[in-house]
């Protein structure tokens, strides 16, 4: 059905896009959705010409490109601003683009203008393409139902080993069947057979406003059976469809279990009624009850699925249509058989009826009416002879037909029975055969068009004026779809105002007096609506039509496309229309035209009937939703004698009529043939004549044509240059105006930053001119202080010069003196430990190099802390002074005794080294003792000054009073000796 050519592309190329504004640290990304398929763009820079570069392709086939294309569904995308760092996404704008102006020949790209767009200072533009290709790699069967999820979850014990993925159908061209399964798992041969017999109401599925392909358009019906594409004998009258049943059959080698699994996999068969590459409508027959879990039917009878299934529109949710009535909805009988080879082969031969085709498909994925395949012919062996039902299976065609054609008044059972509601029958009465009888079912339903003109509105009563449309839907005629007046028009008062498209009509089928019934009870309900493009659409008020008018009117005859004889009604009036909301007033007057036109009965169709489906049809296939009532009890009216006898009256009256119709047309139709010849004898003196001046006229309107074109051609290019020009215009003023914006933002901000910089150094100055003289008044108050401080000082010198202390002092500079000179000595004695106090100096000074960068600052600091600390000592000591005179007269008494003390020391140690030098010295032991001490207190001493010669210590360190206080302790313990 569907060929690799008819799977196509839709290719949308993002290309560039320009007067967008500049965001360094933002990146721009398209998003496009379609059909629920959401495709993007890669991120690119946030730039004021960013460079898209991408293209985005969705996988369709034709017919759903068509009905996309009917819906008028939009691709759209949207652009937003992308933060990398966040990640978050802000919208910028949407375009809308028409999947009707998509074309399979390449076009130039256009500029859109982004819709909504944030930057309401530029005018954000995308340059887009939007073309069809075709998919080479595309899938053959578009028709094919999607796969449901298993119902039975899991493989049964007896397949151990096998998983869902490799029970699948295999092709065998050679064999002439398909496989199901692995081959060693592969025990059995089966038929499956697919039957379509009739089908109702096919008219619903064809709304008022769709139009068909074709002057005289064929419909049929497809299925896919184990990827085989299968098609019936096209027909083209869809209220009355007559078509001959067919039975489509396919070989299967594989086993029951696997066969279970596998439909499983695949539960339900999709069916299409199509009307040339459109699917109108579909449903799904369920296969899961062909093989039922320990069920062993097949290993006896063929097990069968059928029934009257509805067809549903593929468009009926979501446009969310009303449900149609079970009475007018459109089912299709199918029967779906399914029976293992060999079985009662024989007997079901002999019953096969001679009015229904047959068709055994090979396993070729084409349509195919004969069989190709040298191992499959159009009657098989006897061994091989693919079955067509269970033991009465011959007859499923005419049971299907008896299902379809007797059923009773609508009001009593509905005619078409819901897939949901349907129960699946199997026929297992083997003694009955089809006695191929031939009934005649007469047709109930008429064939009527409904037709309405809204002409026009006047008289209105409000003050204000309306834009206003007319809506109103009616299911009964086939569509809940709403029809609208279109466009809106405005209305004033004191004025007549004729609708545009007010025009509709409707084609259905049903019975008189359900016409009626409803006509009565459901009035037509006419909708004002106000239409305003700064707010939402307004409800003003409702008319109510009732239909049964036109009922009553005089019925008119005439003549049909084929002869037949029709009736034709027409009712006009003028009603008002009442306000929707509040109280009860009139709005305005509507005039409005219906006409109801009778086309007569539908066709009657004689069928095949066996008697085993007779039998079984009053037993078995009542629907389920009547209650069992007892033929003994209670007889249908319609089943009495009377009944039918006054139906044949009736039948063989409209009979004679149609003959007697049928002579007054040959008569007429003899009459009119003369007219016509004598006409035409007229008529070719007239055309000769006339022939001349067309020939002139040709000659002078292929010039005015040539020169038309001409024309055409010229404007079109002044129309392309135009627009060019006003584009480029366009542009250059977008660019000049954002250039001079931009030109006149960097002068206000260059003039704001001067003046900000011209108030800082204004605060600066002033903030400086206050510090200098806060200093200079800090300066002159020093001064002054340094004066006063150095007079006093001057004085208190004068003072002391005068004094013993001085003296004193002098003493003590001269003993410090002797004393340095006394520890040089010392100090050359003790040069025999240099090469161990080296070492430790080196170790210090590598110390000293890792804290110099410390002590730098700490030595700043304890500088800056010794000057004050230095002139804070002068301050204190003149201050006090006096106060301490009598203190430091003490303090030179304590010094003074301890000089002498010293002397007195040195002089022994004087005598002691002459003694020792001399031998003369008495008791070795104290001699080595007085050594050792003095040993220890000059390396303690040097130990001391060395670290203190690194500048790395001070006296505040801790190793330095350490030292401090053992050389305190040495020199008691020498003194103590002493």
């Known amino acids: 059905m569907v060929s690799k050519s008819d799977q196509l592309l839709i290719v949308v190329s993002i290309l560039e896009g320009h007067h967008f504004p500049k965001r360094p640290k933002h990146m ?36 759903a490109l068509h009905q996309h294309r009917l819906q008028r569904t ?55 393409s939007i073309a069809l290709e075709t998919d080479s790699k595309a899938p053959v069967d578009s028709f094919k139902a ?59 599925l064809i709304p008022c406003t769709m139009k068909l392909p074709e002057r005289q358009p064929e419909f049929f019906f497809y299925y896919s059976l184990l990827g085989n594409d299968v098609t019936n004998e096209p027909f083209n009258d869809l209220i009355n469809p007559n078509f001959e049943p067919e039975r489509a059959s396919v070989r299967i080698h594989s086993s029951v279990e696997i066969l279970r699994v596998y439909l499983a996999l695949q539960p339900k068969l999709q069916i299409h009624l199509c009307c040339g590459d459109q699917s109108l409508g579909s449903t799904e027959i369920p296969l899961t009850g062909l093989l039922k879990k320990g069920s062993s039917e097949i290993s006896q009878r063929p097990v069968t699925v059928e029934g009257a299934f509805i067809l549903e529109p593929p468009n009926r949710a979501k446009q969310k249509l009303a449900p149609i009535p ?3 909805a459109p089912t299709v009988g199918v029967s779906v058989a399914l029976q293992r080879e060999g079985v009662d082969t024989q007997t079901q031969n002999e019953h096969v009826p001679q009015h229904s085709k047959k068709r055994v498909l090979t396993p070729i994925k084409e349509k195919l009416t004969e069989p190709k395949s040298p191992s499959v012919s159009p009657l098989p062996p006897h061994n091989q002879s693919p079955p067509t039902k269970d033991d009465a299976t011959e007859s499923e065609v005419e049971s299907l037909q008896y299902d379809k054609d007797t059923k009773p008044n609508p ?14 029958v199997t026929i297992a009465n083997a003694s009955e055969t089809a006695s191929g009888q031939k ?86 309900l006419i909708e004002l609506w106000h239409k305003d493009k700064m707010s939402k659409d307004l409800l003003l008020g409702i008319a109510r039509i009732q239909l049964s008018n036109v009922l009553s009117s005089e019925k008119t005859r005439f003549l049909g496309s084929n002869g037949e004889q029709c009736w034709r009604q027409t009712y006009s009036e003028s009603v008002p229309i009442i306000a929707a909301q509040g109280s009860n007033n009139r709005i305005i007057n509507l005039s409005y035209t219906m006409t109801l036109e009778d086309y007569g009965l539908v066709k009657m169709r004689e069928i095949f009937v066996s008697d085993s489906s007779q039998g079984l049809s009053a037993v078995q296939q009542k629907p389920s939703s009547l209650p069992p009532a007892p033929s003994e009890i209670q007889t249908e009216p319609r089943e009495t004698l009377e009944y039918k006898a006054a139906l044949e009256l009736e039948m063989w009256k409209e009979m004679q009529e149609d003959i007697f119709e049928n002579q007054l047309k040959q008569k007429e139709l003899a009459h009119m043939q003369a007219l016509a010849e004598e006409w035409k004898k007229r008529d070719r003196e007239r055309e000769s004549l006339v022939q001349k001046k067309v020939a002139e006229y040709t000659i002078l309107e292929g010039k005015l044509q040539k020169t038309l074109i001409d024309l055409e051609k010229r404007e079109q290019q002044l129309a392309i240059t135009e627009t060019e020009l006003q584009r480029e215009r366009k542009e250059l003023k977008s660019e000049r105006e954002r250039n001079l914006q931009e030109l006149q933002d960097s002068v206000r901000r260059a003039k704001e930053d001067c003046v900000h910089q011209v108030e800082l150094e204004r605060l600066k100055v002033k903030q400086l ?79 000293a190099r890792l804290k110099q960068r410390e002590q730098e600052s700490q030595m700043a600091r304890l500088k800056k802390q010794q000057e004050e600390l230095e002139q804070m000592r002068l301050r204190y000591l003149a201050s006090e002074e006096k106060d301490t005179v009598n203190t430091e007269r003490q303090e030179l008494l304590d010094i003074r005794n301890e000089l002498n003390r010293l002397r007195q020391q040195e002089q022994k140690q004087y005598q002691d080294s002459r003694e020792i030098a001399s031998g003369k010295m008495d008791g070795p032991h104290g001699s080595a003792m007085e050594e050792g001490l003095d040993d220890y207190l000059t390396r303690l001493i040097e130990e001391r000054d060395t670290l203190m010669r690194t500048g790395v210590y001070n006296h505040e360190d801790r190793i330095i ?11 008691a313990k020498n003194n103590a000796s002493n």
């Open 74 to 128: 939009p691709i759209k995308l949207q652009c937003f601003a992308l933060d990398p760092v966040s990640s978050a996404k802000e919208t910028i704008g949407y375009i809308l683009l028409d999947l009707r102006t998509a074309q399979e020949t390449k076009q130039a790209p256009k500029w859109y203008p982004l819709l909504s767009n944030k930057y309401t200072k530029f005018k954000s533009e995308i340059q887009i």
């Open 769 to 847: 001119e206050e510090d200098k003289h806060r200093l200079q008044q800090q300066l002159k108050d020093a001064e002054n202080k340094y004066k006063i401080l150095e007079k006093e000082f001057h004085q208190f010198k004068d003072q002391q010069s005068n004094k013993p202390e001085i003296r004193l002092q002098s003493e003590i500079n001269l003993l410090t003196l002797e004393k340095v000179e006394l520890e040089r000595k010392l100090e050359s004695a003790t040069k025999s430990k240099l090469h161990y106090k080296q070492q430790w100096g080196r170790a210090l000074k590598e110390l």
């Open 439 to 524: 009934i005649a079912v007469p047709a109930t339903s008429h064939h009527f068009c409904f037709s309405i003109d809204l002409r026009s509105i006047h008289d209105l009563e409000v003050s204000f004026p309306i834009n206003c449309v007319l809506r109103y839907s009616y299911p009964f005629f086939g569509s809940a779809a709403p029809i609208m007046t279109n466009p809106p028009i405005e209305v004033r008062k004191n004025m007549e105002v004729f609708l545009p498209q007010s025009y509709c009509a409707f084609d259905f089928a049903t019975m008189p007096h359900q016409l009626q019934d409803t006509f009565l009870r459901i009035p037509l």
């Open 961 to 971: 009073s350490e030292l401090d206080r053992q050389i305190r302790e040495v020199l």
């Open 28 to 63: 721009l990304i398209v998003e496009a959705k379609f059909d629920g398929e959401q495709l993007a763009t890669d991120p690119v820079e946030h730039t004021d010409q960013p460079e898209f570069a991408t293209e985005l392709a969705w996988e369709i086939d034709r017919k």
């Open 146 to 204: 999607k796969g449901a999820p298993p119902r039975d979850g899991k493989v049964p014990a007896s397949l151990s080993g096998l998983e869902p993925k490799d029970i699948v159908a295999v092709l065998n061209e050679e064999g002439g069947y398909h496989q199901i399964g692995p081959a060693d798992y592969c025990t059995d041969f089966f038929v499956m057979s697919v039957t379509i017999a009739f089908a109702t109401q096919l008219e619903q």
């Open 326 to 328: 079970v009475e007018l």
């Open 411 to 424: 009001k009593a059972i509905n005619p078409a029975v819901p897939a949901s509601v349907a129960q699946p």
